[in-house]
T-cell receptor, first 112, second 112 residues
Framework: QKEVEQDPGPLSVPEGAIVSLNCTYS??????FMWYRQYSRKGPELLMY????GNKEDGRFTAQVDKSSKYISLFIRDSQPSDSATYLC????????????FGRGTSLIVHP | DAGVIQSPRHEVTEMGQEVTLRCKPI?????LFWYRQTMMRGLELLIY????????DSGMPEDRFSAKMPNASFSTLKIQPSEPRDSAVYFC??????????FGSGTRLTVV
């Protein structure tokens, strides 16, 4: 079992839809959870950063962490064609160098 | 801030040739990372530096790969000799503190 599992997709939705992207993980030591967005032929960019369990909202984006289930989610409201990208989850433990483990990414396509 | 700068953006080389990838991290960031991204394996951490010192190179696939960071503003990743299976996108990223990385735009390497 990989440490971080993420469905590669592609996930295709119509403009305006609510999108749910998810990752599961096996390492209970993970405390820091991140979502990166990667446009085609670009480097990943940090989208959301959360510590421990709970929700964090930023505009149309909400990150949710459920440590008891080892499950994290990213919700995108009112999705736009400009949201079409690959979304990578990443997580790291506390202490040391906080080196994250990345999921392989989910490809999202939002069509007009 | 210009972000993390990588060069070249694209590199096509013949098998057996030496390849050198370059990275300029964000000023003030004390961690620098080299990643490789492929469709099959996703993002793989190759090596990372803290304050110019290599900390963990366990992700470097073979002795053909080497990395240096002679000062806080420059790092190189060298492959000698290159092989077709080295074809991938190579990312440099930098970070300070415990928050997420800032990635460069990557070098797309093709070895023929």
């Amino acid at each position: 079992q990989k440490e971080v599992e993420q469905d590669p997709g592609p996930l295709s939705v119509p403009e305006g839809a609510i999108v749910s992207l998810n990752c599961t993980y096996s390492n209970s030591a993970f405390q820091y959870f991140m979502w990166y967005r990667q446009y085609s032929r670009k480097g990943p960019e940090l989208l959301m950063y959360t510590y421990s369990s709970g929700n964090k909202e930023d505009g149309r984006f909400t990150a949710q962490v459920d440590k008891s289930s080892k499950y994290i989610s990213l919700f995108i409201r009112d999705s736009q064609p400009s949201d079409s990208a690959t979304y990578l989850c990443a997580m790291s433990g506390g202490g040391g160098s906080y080196i994250p483990t990345f999921g392989r990414g989910t490809s999202l396509i939002v069509h007009p | 801030d210009a972000g993390v700068i990588q060069s070249p953006r694209h590199e096509v080389t013949e098998m057996g040739q030496e390849v050198t990838l370059r990275c300029k991290p964000i000023s003030g960031h004390d961690y620098l990372f080299w990643y490789r991204q492929t469709m099959m394996r996703g993002l793989e951490l190759l090596i990372y530096f803290n304050n110019n010192v290599p900390i963990d190179d366990s992700g470097m696939p073979e002795d053909r790969f080497s990395a240096k960071m002679p000062n806080a503003s420059f790092s190189t990743l060298k492959i000698q000799p290159s092989e077709p299976r080295d074809s991938a996108v190579y990312f440099c990223a930098s970070r300070t503190g415990t928050r997420g990385y800032t990635f460069g735009s990557g070098t797309r390497l093709t070895v023929v």
